[in-house]
């Protein structure tokens, strides 16, 4: 492929690739506790527990309490989870129905082994009009999950004498709570920091939740999330994708019984299946790339203090000015993930390091390197992502049913260039939070 134009590339990619086997949607498997996969993603980690932690720190945090508010779109059955950690000490703590909360002890079982935690923490939902949460004490890197049925919560102890909660997992088809239909914004509520909640599809699409939060004189933000059928229209326009470019998109479709509960990011895809037949479909995309910036370099704009930098590369290795590290071929997965590879980060990397890798990560995603005008990045407008394959076309589809524009579907969703008021965040803060409204299941006014 080396050499083509950018439209001999989108018929070769139009043509020349035969679906191969015919995908289908992922199965699930709701498995039982010897079915987790205990990891970062889904654990709220704690040395402290139970009773002690419930006596001392409950009194202490916080003399104010937030309101959540809760409009459920989708019907009846909803239950509320919310799941954190204590600001002081960093225990796990869950809310209970009566707004005080539970904090969890390791388990009684022997170390790796989970246990369930049977204390009732489902905090019901209303089939229709507002249902108030009392979030009563501030709360770190919180989880308030949504969910049409019941989710199950484990407790595990570890080797080093710590004990975590473990959550619900998109990425594990046997997650005991697989066959449930959920979703979860992220929230914390703490004295210097205030509110701050997101939604995000970086990972997956389930339920659909959206954020209004008001201060207290009245600020109003938002981030309305997807539209309430966005799963099924994703999943639709995956599996037209699949059938066009023969790669399993479909696969990306998490379902049971015939209904697709949630619709995995590839790259959480790609995770968890090694052969998941995504291997190779950016390789002739990035040695095309790659040829190209061989002859004529490649600007990335820092949008930071070391200005415009250029790029070529020599040999098959990519190497910006002022850069501590130089890139090579990214894979597939190095590309839907922007995590790994040529995309690692440090906290000692140069300013210019910090600024290419997400603006490099980007341009692949939205594949925009060889339009006009991709020889400078970012430059180009939000009209101009995902115009030619491949690209990330999840991201590309989830874009298409948010509300308002909001949420992001890879890690870099928030490189622009500078000038433009695009702004995918789905984050809501405020030091002076009054309430934070939550929609269940799509937006009231669509
Ligand atoms: C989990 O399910 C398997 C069968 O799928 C069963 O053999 C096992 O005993 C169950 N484990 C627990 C902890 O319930
Ligand atoms: C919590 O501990 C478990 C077991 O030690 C570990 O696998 C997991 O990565 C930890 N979670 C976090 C968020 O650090
Ligand atoms: C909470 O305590 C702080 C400091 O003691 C005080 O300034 C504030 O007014 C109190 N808030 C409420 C709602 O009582
Ligand atoms: C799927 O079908 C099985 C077998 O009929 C049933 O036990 C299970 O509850 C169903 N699950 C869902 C989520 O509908
Ligand atoms: C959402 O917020 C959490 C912290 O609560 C943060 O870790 C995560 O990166 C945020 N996601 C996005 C896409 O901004
Ligand atoms: C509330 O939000 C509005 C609009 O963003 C802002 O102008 C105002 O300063 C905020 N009020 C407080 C108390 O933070
Ligand atoms: C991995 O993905 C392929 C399709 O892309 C699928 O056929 C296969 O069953 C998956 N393997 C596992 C273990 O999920
Ligand atoms: C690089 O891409 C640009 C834009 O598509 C194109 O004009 C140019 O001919 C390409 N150069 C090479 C060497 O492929
Ligand atoms: C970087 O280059 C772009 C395109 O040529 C230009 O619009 C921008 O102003 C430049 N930035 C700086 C800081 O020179
Ligand atoms: C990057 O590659 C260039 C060209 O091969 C080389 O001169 C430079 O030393 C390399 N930089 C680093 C940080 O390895
Ligand atoms: C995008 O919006 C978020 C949330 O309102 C804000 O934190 C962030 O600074 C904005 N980014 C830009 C580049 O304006």
Sequence with gaps: MFGLSKFAVALAAAVSIVPQAIAAPT????????????????????????????????????????TLTVTNNIGSGVNCYVVGSDPDGGAPMILKPDFTWYY???????????????????????????????????????????????????????????????????????????????????????????VYANVS?????????????????????????????????????????????????????QSING?????????????????????????????????????TPLTIDTQNTPGNVTCTVSGDILGCAGDNVNYT?????????????????????????????????AAFNRATFLLDGGNVQPSLPESDYYTTLPNNYYSKVVHKYEVDGKGYAFSYDDVNPSGSDENASGEVSSLKPKVLAITVGGPSSA
């Design 27 to 66: 199965e699930l498997h709701p498995g039982n506790a010897s079915n987790l996969i205990i990891d970062a993603q889904d654990t709220i980690n704690g040395t402290i527990q139970g009773t002690a932690m419930a006596a001392s720190a409950t009194a202490a945090s916080s003399n104010e309490t937030l």
């Design 201 to 253: 599809y970086v990972d997956f699409v389930g339920l659909p939740l959206g954020l209004s939060l008001t201060n207290t004189t009245g600020g109003v933000q938002t981030a309305l999330g997807l539209e309430a059928d966005a799963v099924s229209k994703v999943c639709d326009d995956l599996t037209a994708q699949a059938a066009v470019d023969g790669y399993p998109w479909d696969a990306l479709c």
């Design 329 to 361: 071929k990214p894979s597939t997965e190095d590309i839907f993930g922007c995590s790994t590879g040529p995309f690692v980060t440090s906290p000692s990397d140069t300013k210019v390091h910090q600024a290419a890798v997400p603006r490099l990560c």
């Design 259 to 295: 209904t697709v509960m949630r619709v995995l990011a590839p790259y959480d895809f790609m995770k968890a299946n090694s052969s998941s037949g995504f291997e190779d479909y950016f390789t002739d995309y990035v040695n095309e790339v790659w040829s190209n910036f061989t002859d």
């Design 104 to 194: 969890p002890s390791a388990p009684t079982t022997d170390i790796g082994v989970p246990q369930e935690i049977t204390e009732d923490l489902a905090i019901p939902v209303s089939d229709s009009g507002e249902t108030t949460i009392t979030v009563p004490s501030y709360v770190n890197s919180a989880r308030v999950w949504f969910a049409v049925g019941e989710l199950k919560f484990y407790t595990v102890t570890s080797a080093d004498g710590g004990f975590s909660v473990v959550q619900p997992s998109q990425s594990n088809p046997e997650d005991p709570s697989a066959g449930i239909n959920w979703g979860f914004v992220e929230f914390s509520w703490l004295s210097a920091t205030g």
